[in-house]
C-alpha cells in the first residue's frame, strides 16, 4: 500500500571542536526529524546547542543520539560495558540533550541509539530490554526508534512502548534483515538517484532488496539518512524531489 506521508531523519550534530562532519544547515530543509549526537561519539556542548537551535527553526523533530563512549571509533565498535555502567550512561546523554532541548522551549520527541550501540540492541534482548526501560524511565511519552523488525521492534511491541521502525536509506541489508556490516565494501549506498528511487520503492511497497536479491517486509514510519555521508546533502534533496512529484508528505511521526 502506497504511503501518503513518511517521516525522514537524519544524524546531526556530530562534528566535535575544530572538526567539521557533516552540512547539517544544508540538510535540514530536507528531512522532518534529526538525531543529536550526545557527546560520546561525535559533539559537543557549543555544536549541540546550535544544531538544536537550527532544528527548531526549521520544525524537525528533536531526537538524542546516544552512543558507546567511542570518540576514536565514531561510535562504530562494540564495547563490553556492565549493563548498570551502559545504562548510566545512557541516560546522561539522553538526559543532557532532553535539557538543552527543553531549554530553548522545545520538547525532546525520540531517541535513536548509535552506531555499533544500536546494531548491539537490534541482536540483543537484554540490551533491548534496558534501553527500553531507561527511555521510560526518563519519560514515557519519548518514542524510541530502532531497525524494523529486530529484536529491539518485537520487545518494545511487547511492552507497549512507543517504538518507530526504521528504513536505512543508505544501507544494504541482509537476508535477515540486519545491516551490512561497515567492514563490507557494500554496506553504504553512494548514488543520490539510486538513494532517493529507494526510497521511493519502500513507500510504495513496503519492501527493500536485499544485497543477495531477496525481498524483505519491512514495517518501518522513518526512513534514516546519514548527516556524514560524503553526499548527502544531495541525497536528501534528491529523496524530497522524488516524494513530492509523487505527492508523498514528509512529515515528522507524531501520536
Do not use: W
Not at 67 to 79: I, W
Not at 128 to 135: G, L, R
Not at 243 to 249: C, G, H, K, P, Y
Amino acid at each position: 500500500m502506497k504511503r501518503i506521508a513518511i517521516d525522514i531523519n537524519c544524524d546531526m550534530g556530530e562534528s566535535y571542536g575544530r572538526y567539521p562532519l557533516g552540512n547539517d544547515a544544508a540538510v535540514m530543509p530536507f528531512i522532518s526529524s534529526c538525531n543529536i549526537a550526545c557527546g560520546f561519539h561525535g559533539g559537543d556542548p557549543l555544536v549541540i546547542q546550535r544544531t538544536i537551535k537550527g532544528a527548531r527553526s526549521h520544525g524537525l523533530a528533536i531526537g538524542a543520539h546516544p552512543s558507546y563512549p567511542d570518540l576514536q571509533g565514531f561510535g562504530r565498535r562494540s564495547m563490553k560495558i556492565a549493563r548498570e555502567e551502559l545504562a548510566a550512561l545512557i541516560s546522561y546523554q539522553v538526559s543532557a540533550i532532553k535539557g538543552m532541548v527543553e531549554q530553548t522551549g522545545g520538547r525532546l520527541h525520540h531517541v535513536k541509539p548509535h552506531g555499533a550501540l544500536y546494531n548491539d540492541i537490534a541482536r540483543d534482548e537484554s540490551l533491548s530490554q534496558m534501553v527500553i526501560e531507561v527511555v521510560g524511565s526518563i519519560d514515557e511519552d519519548i518514542y524510541l526508534v530502532g531497525l524494523a523488525g529486530s529484536v529491539t521492534a518485537s520487545i518494545a511491541e511487547s511492552k507497549q512502548t512507543r517504538f518507530i521502525g526504521e528504513f536505512f536509506a543508505d544501507r544494504n541489508y541482509e537476508n535477515n534483515g540486519q545491516l551490512v556490516s561497515r567492514n563490507k565494501e557494500n554496506a553504504v549506498l553512494h548514488e543520490p538517484s539510486a538513494i532517493a528511487a529507494r526510497v521511493l520503492h519502500f513507500c510504495e511497497t513496503g519492501e527493500v532488496i536485499s544485497v543477495e536479491g531477496k525481498k524483505l517486509q519491512l514495517s518501518a514510519d522513518t526512513i534514516c539518512l546519514h548527516g556524514d555521508h560524503q553526499n548527502a546533502v544531495a541525497s536528501a534533496r534528491a529523496i524530497h524531489e522524488t516524494l513530492s512529484q509523487v505527492q508523498i508528505a514528509i512529515e515528522k511521526v507524531s501520536s
